[in-house]
């Protein structure tokens, strides 16, 4: 089954640290950008951060240097390392697939997410 | 960035009925680069149009989109109870990416 299940998700004071995990399967991992994308306050959705096929790196500002952003195609998997959370950053992750067809920048795939709460 | 403004915010309507939404861009987006989904409580965002227009396979044709500069359309011709949801629209033209604030679709 082609599918996308994250983890890592929890509650964290601010300040915290969490590593959300991204597992993918059924199709080929490393031929597809990835991404993380999160809505907040249960309306609106955000894109966080991508990673290209060759490991080029990409951050919105409102997370830039608090996230990093990690793959692993030998084990099929997306990490998220998120760093001096605030409460703001609550929300549910997703991890998101673009197309394998150079050109197609939308997101063609998602998992189911993973809520993170950060708060006192 | 490009900042989409998805109205209403939230639709009632019944089964067999017609929905239409809008997503207008605050600039041109390029290319047509406009994609719509579908999001249902604890499930995973569906894609339903990309391109404007362009139907992704398994998707029944009662979901239609139009548009083009700053002005897109999502228009559900016949609602089934299962297209009772939130839709929201994303613009991939332009850096970064940018999404709606969404459209509830509610009985």
């Known amino acids: 089954e082609v599918q996308l299940v994250e983890s890592g998700g929890g509650l964290v004071q601010p300040g915290g640290s969490l590593r959300l995990s991204c597992e993918a399967s059924?199709?080929?991992?490393?031929?597809?950008?990835m991404h993380w994308v999160r809505q907040v306050s249960g309306r609106g959705l955000e894109w966080v951060s991508g990673?290209?096929?060759?490991?080029?790196?990409y951050y919105a500002d409102s997370m830039k240097g608090r996230v990093t952003i990690s793959r692993e195609n030998a084990k099929n998997s997306l990490f998220l390392q998120m760093d001096s959370l605030r409460v703001g950053d609550t929300a549910v992750y997703y991890c998101?697939?673009?197309?394998?067809?150079?050109?197609?920048?939308?997101?063609?795939?998602w998992g189911r997410g993973t809520l993170v709460t950060v708060s006192s | 960035e490009i900042v989409l403004t998805q109205s209403p915010g939230t639709v009632s309507l019944s089964p067999g009925e017609r929905a239409t939404l809008s997503c207008r861009a605050s600039q041109s987006v390029s290319s047509n680069s406009l994609a719509w989904y579908q999001l249902k409580p604890g499930q995973a965002p569906r894609l339903l149009l990309y391109g404007v227009s362009s139907r992704v396979t398994g998707i029944p044709d009662r979901f239609s989109g139009s548009g083009s500069g700053t002005d897109f359309t999502l228009t559900i011709s016949r609602l089934e109870p299962e297209d009772f949801a939130v839709y929201f629209c994303l613009q991939y033209g332009g850096s970064p990416r940018t999404f709606g604030q969404g459209t509830k679709v509610e009985v």
């Open positions: 998101a697939r673009e197309p394998a067809v150079p050109g197609n920048w939308y997101f063609d795939l």
């Open positions: 990673i290209d096929t060759s490991a080029h790196t």
């Open positions: 059924g199709f080929t991992f490393r031929s597809h950008d």
